[in-house]
């Protein structure tokens, strides 16, 4: 019942893209009839469809900024108070540390156990720069009076930017879980699947970022 | 130290919760007593509350709709009674204590009732329709349930600590702030949903994981059975729809407990802001409790016409098309909101073109049971129940899918008797045909038919009794929610309403006596075969129940309708096939962590309720630990011998080689 | 880490890339290309952000292309993200997930953005600048 093992090349006789049931000389079945997926396809998989959610609940937040940008109550608008140094350090920050997950990634895979604990060190490092300085900003804001209770549009910033914020502070604990995971049990099956997992997160973070500075950050900086 | 709590939240001068929670607590105190006389602790701790079997797990979801459904019920009937003695009288419900009840009854049914229940049939049958050996992560879906549990327990113990939520089972903003709702009650609703969200989130991408990757080899799309498409669009739903939830009701959160101005009147919050977010989550929620339910009335058309779905593709496509464009629509219940006649129109006409899908599906079930030969046993008879009810209900939703109607016919009865005409009519009969189809499966023994077919008529009278009238009495001006009825021309339909009540009344009855005499009666409707119905889906080839593993060796599918062909070789051949080799098989470790984590949820949400801030960081912490040591756990599985599969297995074989000697016999 | 079955037409999980020549988790390089590429385009966001040669009503559209570029960016080179029907899995959910992301948020703007058939009349620029589109 098993096709035969072939390389890729060769095995797909029939156009790949074709859509329904793969007919081609082979008699080979269809993509789909395959049985189940490997643990770890299927454990990575149900991880990136929570993400995708977990993109849907930042789309709400982002929804809720989106309209209440202008109501700023009378209050101070984002062009005020937005310190575009202090973003761009942060951005640096966060892909910088996007790289060094990668980086963590393919050491893992060559189960070579210094050099991914010093990336992911590295990682959690800069992921804790950035969080220092966002709490800094919402320090500084709050001081001014700038605080989410001023506005609804403050309200929306506040809780769109610090909804991200939580997801990094989630992330470094994830981090340094991991490190010590690594650290006792070794590159363990399980233990590679939830360090991959870590990785789609970490990157799914800094592609949320980008629509924050986008939209929360140089939007605002260009009214 | 115990932060807002105090003695004044327990409920001591109010009669009706009083009396409910004194109740509540004797019969529960009964159980517990009961399950230690008999000494059953071990064995509920090691087979149900740590178990991590998408059966019992589906099982223990079922059971706990049910008995929401009854709490739920038990509002309903107060709601009708005091409407009926509410005439130019006031009734014996306070205004503050019947909001209490008409939210508590909305947000029960649908987030505790009615979402387990369907969930729980999801959980069960898939993986068996699938021909696998569980979901795709069996631990989370014991943590997604225990928090489900946790969230309906926060939910009752409001009745006696504390009070509800006075603002219907959507907390519209502002009325939901802080400062128009300055006691616990909305505090409750957002923490008891959003821990629940969660269990229903994970639950959601279990299945859709389970579904897309992890069928049983040839199993390809297009051989599944239709009930996992079904649930594979539901838990789509519910993959893209809860975050909207979740994030929806954390603003609403951080308006009460931080002063945050996301819905507020004043500093430039925007009330309607709720409404749009809270329906975009809102409108695929209703989707993601019917799809299900279609599905199972495919199964059952199917099953009981002796015929296979008709139109599978189109079914299929439907499904998908219901999916997606379910997710356009959510304006239509705010046409009133006032965003305008073009915004209105594009909604409007999207919600009339949703109605297609159903109408699709409607069809083909009655070209299944056309030219088929059908056998009127009770789930087939739920089935048409649905047909007849849910057709009425559909079609009131496309006249209100009209603006200029919706105008009019905005929160009256009119609305309220369309939405119960096909959740009732639609889901909850769904459900009760999936529990009385599945059940044999689940405990070896069917449910007895005398009192089903009873429950079912009841019901059915019941239904139409109570909810015809709401659509006479929304035309003739009756808004939704009323304390008190000024108008006496109201009055007949309302006596009417109310005794339909008393019909349903009987038909819940039935059903709770049709599961007691079942189970006193459990040896003489013994399912010997595990093939009570003839079915013709892979659930049907396991013996009832089926043993932990589900299939001792995977099957291997070669058609759609992946047990009917093989069945129709064994009797063509008069044997079965052959007996495959068997393998020691790995199944995943029970293990506490669902029901630890979730008691911490619970703690965490009560103590965020009362504002008792150092128990918020003790839960906390807990759950975090719990959490790290089930990640450090070393043994995952445990293996069964292949003496043990063997040995189950062959069982199986020789109660279906008994009925093909029969079936020769004969 | 992507195993094969017996034919190697096993699908790639989420973050692995294609099965087969390219192997596990990508290589240095292309992570580096990423970074660089990733780089360049914040760096182009914060100079149209603060132009004066781009027309100001075009910056928002120019920002968001950016934007998406980078998300590009990110998905390809980090998350291996590709078209192959190896993939088809993670790019039809990827997919799914936008469509849902792009109604709610262009949903609610077009929603709210019009809410103002029951108002009265609105005196003061703050008010008004309630329905005015963030775009």
């Known amino acids: 019942m098993t096709a035969p093992v072939a390389p890729r090349a060769e095995a797909n006789m029939g156009d790949p893209y074709v859509l329904g049931r793969n007919v081609n000389a082979g008699g080979e079945e269809d993509r789909s009839e395959g049985g189940g997926a490997s643990k770890s396809i299927v454990t990575l998989y149900g991880f990136w469809i929570f993400l995708l959610s977990d993109i849907v609940m930042f789309s709400g937040f982002f929804a809720s900024y989106a309209v209440l940008v202008g109501a700023t109550a009378g209050g101070p608008d984002g062009s005020s108070l937005f310190e575009l140094t202090r973003i761009k350090l942060e951005t640096g920050c966060l892909l910088l540390s996007s790289y060094t997950c990668g980086m963590s990634a393919i050491a893992a895979t060559r189960r070579t156990l210094a050099l991914t604990e010093i990336w992911l060190l590295v990682t959690g490092l800069l992921g804790a720069g950035f969080l220092g300085l966002e709490l800094q900003e919402f320090a500084k804001l709050i001081a001014q009076g700038a605080g989410p209770q001023r506005s609804a549009f403050l309200s929306g910033f506040f809780a769109l930017v610090g909804c991200h914020g939580v997801h990094v502070v989630a992330g470094l604990l994830w981090l340094g879980t991991m490190m010590a995971q690594i650290w006792v049990k070794g590159f363990r099956a399980d233990v590679m699947r939830r360090l991959m997992c870590f990785s789609l997160f970490w990157h799914a973070l800094d592609i949320i970022w980008v629509a924050l500075i986008t939209i929360v950050y140089l939007m605002g900086h260009a009214r | ?666 | 880490m992507t195993e094969r079955t017996e034919d190697g037409r096993e699908d790639a999980a989420p973050g692995e890339g294609s099965s087969g020549a390219r192997g596990t988790s990508g290589d240095i390089s292309g992570y580096t290309m990423g970074l660089a590429l990733a780089a360049l385009l914040t760096f182009l966001s914060f100079v149209v952000a603060d132009s004066e040669v781009i027309w100001h009503p075009a910056i928002p559209a120019a920002l968001i292309a950016l934007a998406i570029a980078q998300m590009g960016v990110h998905l390809v080179f980090f998350l291996h993200i590709t078209s192959g029907p190896d993939n088809a899995n993670n790019s039809l959910a990827l997919a799914f997930g936008v469509f849902i992301v792009v109604l709610v948020i262009f949903g609610s703007i077009w929603i709210m953005g019009h809410l103002n058939h029951n108002m009265m009349p609105m005196s003061s620029a703050t008010d008004q600048r309630m329905f005015k589109s963030p775009l």
């Not at chain 2, 509002?75 to 003695?85: F, T």
């Open chain 2, 1 to 666: 130290m115990l932060g807002k709590l105090d003695w004044s939240a327990v409920p001591v001068g109010e009669p009706i919760p009083l009396a409910a929670g004194t109740a509540v607590f004797i019969i529960m105190l009964g159980v517990l007593g009961w399950i230690t006389r008999r000494g059953h602790w071990r064995y509920l701790w090691l087979e149900w509350i740590t178990s991590v079997d998408h059966k019992r797990i589906g099982v223990m979801y079922c059971l706990l709709g049910l008995v929401m459904l009854l709490r739920g019920f038990s509002d309903a009937i107060m709601m009708r009674v005091q409407q009926a003695l509410a005439i130019n009288a006031p009734g014996f419900l306070p205004p503050e204590h019947y909001d209490q009840i008409f939210s508590a009854h909305g947000t029960i049914m649908i987030f505790f009732g009615s979402m387990p229940f369907v969930i729980g049939l999801m959980n069960f049958v898939v993986p068996l329709q699938l021909g696998v050996r569980d979901v795709a992560f069996p631990t989370l879906n014991s943590v997604s349930f225990w928090l489900t549990a946790s969230g309906a327990l926060l939910v009752n113990i409001s009745l006696v600590v504390g009070e509800f939520a006075r603002t219907g089972w959507l907390p519209y903003a502002p009325l939901s702030e802080l400062a128009y709702s300055p006691g616990v009650g909305v505090d409750y609703y957002l923490w008891s949903i959003q821990i629940s969200g969660v269990g229903t989130l994970m639950s959601g991408v279990n299945l859709v994981t389970t579904i897309l990757k992890m069928r049983a080899k040839g199993m390809g799309y297009l051989r599944m059975p239709m009930f996992c498409w079904t649930a594979l669009a539901s838990n789509l739903l519910i993959v893209a729809a809860f975050p909207i939830l979740t994030a929806t009701l954390a603003m609403l959160t951080l308006d009460r407990y931080l002063g945050f101005h996301f819905f507020t009147n004043d500093a430039g919050g925007n009330p309607m802001m709720f409404m749009n977010l809270i329906w975009s989550w809102g409108h695929p929620e209703v989707y993601i409790l019917i799809l299900p339910a279609f599905g199972i009335f495919s199964e059952i058309f199917s099953t009981f016409s002796g015929k296979p779905l008709f139109g599978y593709r189109s079914m299929v496509a439907a499904t998908l098309f219901i999916c997606v464009v379910s997710f356009t629509v959510w304006l239509h219940h705010f046409f009133t909101m006032g965003a305008g006649a073009d915004v209105n129109a594009a909604f409007g006409i999207a919600t009339s073109v949703i109605a297609v899908g159903t109408g699709v599906k409607i069809y083909n079930w009655l070209f299944t049971i056309y030219g088929g030969r059908i056998r009127f046993d009770t789930p087939m008879l739920w089935a048409l129940g649905f047909m007849v009810t849910f057709i009425v209900g559909g079609m009131s939703g496309v006249l209100l899918a009209v603006p200029p109607a919706d105008f009019m016919l905005h929160n009256s009865m009119f609305l309220v008797a369309h939405f119960h005409n096909v959740i009732v009519g639609g889901v909850l009969f769904g459900a009760f045909a999936g529990m009385i189809y599945w059940f044999p499966k689940a405990f070896g023994f069917r449910l007895h038919e005398g009192w089903g077919k009873a429950a079912f008529w009841f019901s059915l009278a019941g239904v139409v009794t109570v909810f015809v009238p709401f659509y006479v009495l929304g035309l003739e001006g009756m808004t939704r929610r009323l304390q008190h009825i000024d108008v006496s021309e109201w009055t007949p339909w309302l006596y009417v309403s109310t005794m339909g009540v008393a019909i349903m009344l009987v038909g819940v009855f039935c059903q709770v006596a049709q599961l007691v005499v079942s189970i006193l009666n459990r040896e003489a409707l013994r399912d010997e075969t595990g093939d009570p119905w003839d079915g013709r889906s892979l659930e049907w080839s396991t013996a009832s129940p089926p043993p932990t593993f589900n299939f001792a060796v995977p099957p291997d599918v070669t058609g759609q309708e992946a047990y009917w062909g093989v069945k129709q070789r064994a009797i063509k051949a008069e044997r079965l096939s052959d007996e495959p080799d068997y393998e020691a098989i790995e199944i995943p470790r029970n293990t506490p962590t669902g029901f630890i984590t979730a008691f911490f949820a619970t703690t965490t949400g009560f103590a965020l309720i009362w504002y008792i801030w150092w128990l918020v960081i003790v839960s906390l912490l807990g759950a975090y630990a719990t959490f790290v040591v089930f990640a450090w756990r070393d043994v995952g599985e445990t293996e069964i011998s292949v003496e043990e599969v063997r040995c189950i297995d062959r069982a199986r074989r020789a109660a279906r080689e008994a009925r093909l000697a029969q079936k020769e016999e004969a």
